[in-house]
């Protein structure tokens, strides 16, 4: 008989169920995540209107000043997202003690690149000179840089403890954080970027990144508050509650055994986000190329793909636990069937996006700005971004799979040709041989995501169907 056995917020799956029900259990995991990962981004979408609404220029302090940082960011991101892979197919395992010691590996790992992160954004002004960037919108896209690179470790520090509520049954703690904090950005943007009550001079794109920097590191604060606080109330089954002599080893060793087995899957995970990311930013430099109004208007509509993009990521992330908890039970069957879910899932969640942006793109561009010229594009790029979102999602949901799986180091050369032979020489065709200007930019983004979801499909039935090891 199908069944499933609960544990206070810890629910281990047994083998064999039927269709509808994985199914029913893919989407009821994924949700709350899919709430928290868009949580992420609307903050950014907040600065994004509110830099938006002080000036085209100030957006475009925000759009180039983020796009490296975006990058670093999401390579940890990628790199820590290891945490959910090992912890789901531990939890899967039923070794809940192994599930407390990747977490504390995975905390010691997310503050040194949070470190590291953080010293680059020094960098950032002579890196947008040596790109072509104009010198004035340098100098105040790398301000913005430096106050969002202040904000990262405590942004990976929450996806670590948030990654490790959710392969362990509680993924909706994280979205609850994450929409109380959303709530507060809104008014502290209003007043550090708008100067909304005349309590501080209006600061723009700074001030928006300002409130945002301060709330990502509240949400760690929370998260680890209640991890905290459940071990307590709970009698510590994951073994969270440790000596300050514990973690000085952990630190010392650098999470021994499992921060290697961290390292190992974290880093071609990493390195694909990387590269992924990498080609994004260089679009956005040869939108930069294109004049401050092309570039406001490709930030805004990248920003909107990337919204629907966190729901994408939120089932690849569920369809990475399903995944990685049926290896933890050596089912080669369940496996295949929680992968090839996530990516139906995922194609069908992206569909009310795709209505909404090929619908009223005018709308949403009026949303963001009120610069007429940058509205004008805005609409016909946004148009161009509906025809991508469902491609999009599938591809993020075949790599959820491939990495509950652990075969990461393929789709790390698989994602570098796509993005970096498909998607980058083509964006430069569209936009500059061609002439489509700022639409061909998000031609060449088509061009790299149907080239991704071709490697990668066929790539993921031969791994679900070898024997698990």
């Known amino acids: 008989m199908d069944r499933m056995t609960t544990t206070g917020d810890h629910t281990t799956e047994t083998a064999h169920v039927p269709l509808p029900v994985h199914i029913g259990r893919t989407v009821k995991l994924a949700l709350p995540i899919v709430v928290a990962r868009s949580a992420m981004l609307v903050m950014f979408m907040v600065d994004t209107a509110f830099a938006g609404f002080a000036g085209a220029r100030e957006l475009a302090y925000l759009g180039l000043g983020i796009?490296?940082?975006l990058t670093l960011m999401l390579i940890g991101i990628g790199m820590l997202t290891a945490t959910v892979v090992l912890v789901a197919q531990a939890f899967g395992a039923g070794d809940h003690l192994r599930c407390g010691r990747i977490l504390r590996a995975s905390i010691v790992h997310a503050v040194l690149i949070g470190i590291v992160t953080f010293a680059l954004s020094l960098l950032a002004e002579p890196f947008f000179l040596a790109t072509g960037q104009d010198p004035v919108i340098a100098a105040g896209a790398a301000k913005v840089?430096?106050?969002?690179?202040?904000?990262?470790?405590?942004?990976?520090?929450y996806i670590t403890s948030n990654q490790f509520l959710e392969a362990t049954g509680r993924p909706r703690i994280g979205m609850t954080v994450m929409i109380v904090v959303n709530l507060i950005n809104i008014p502290l943007n209003g007043i550090?970027?708008?100067?909304?009550?005349?309590l501080v001079a209006p600061a723009g794109a700074l001030g928006a990144v300002g409130a945002s920097t301060g709330l990502r590191w509240c949400a760690f604060a929370a998260v680890i508050f209640y991890t905290?606080?459940?071990?307590r109330r709970r009698d510590d089954p994951f073994g969270v509650l440790v000596t300050a002599a514990a973690w000085r080893r952990e630190i010392a060793v650098l999470g021994g055994d499992?921060?290697?087995?961290?390292r190992s899957l974290g880093l071609?995970?990493?390195m694909a986000q990387g590269v992924e990311s990498a080609a994004f930013a260089t679009v956005v430099l040869i939108a930069g190329w294109l004049g401050e109004t092309a570039l406001a208007a490709h930030q805004m509509t990248m920003m909107l793909l990337t919204f629907a993009f966190m729901t994408a990521i939120g089932v690849s992330g569920a369809t990475a636990i399903r995944v990685g908890r049926a290896v933890g039970r050596r089912d080669n069957e369940d496996v295949a069937r929680a992968g090839w879910i996530g990516?139906?899932?995922s194609a069908v969640f992206a569909l009310p996006y795709v209505a909404f942006y090929a619908g009223a793109p005018g709308v949403i561009a009026a949303a963001f700005v009120d610069d007429e010229a940058v509205i004008a594009i805005a609409t016909m790029t946004i148009r161009v971004a509906a025809l991508i979102l469902v491609f999009d999602a599938m591809m993020a949901a075949v790599l959820g799979g491939l990495r509950g799986l652990g075969d990461v180091w393929m789709a790390l050369v698989l994602q570098t040709c796509a993005f970096w032979i498909a998607m980058v020489p083509a964006s430069l065709i569209f936009a500059i041989e061609l002439g489509y200007g700022p639409v061909g930019l998000l031609f060449g983004v088509l061009a790299g995501i149907l080239a991704s979801l071709a490697l990668?499909?066929?790539r993921f039935r031969i791994v679900s169907r070898r024997p698990l090891q």
């Open 67 to 69: 796009a490296p940082q």
């Open 145 to 157: 840089t430096f106050v969002f690179a202040a904000g990262i470790p405590g942004l990976l520090l």
């Open 192 to 198: 550090f970027a708008l100067g909304w009550g005349g």
């Open 228 to 231: 905290v606080a459940a071990a």
């Open 258 to 262: 499992i921060g290697r087995r961290l």
């Open 268 to 270: 071609p995970m990493g």
């Open 343 to 345: 990516i139906g899932v």
């Open 456 to 458: 990668l499909l066929p």
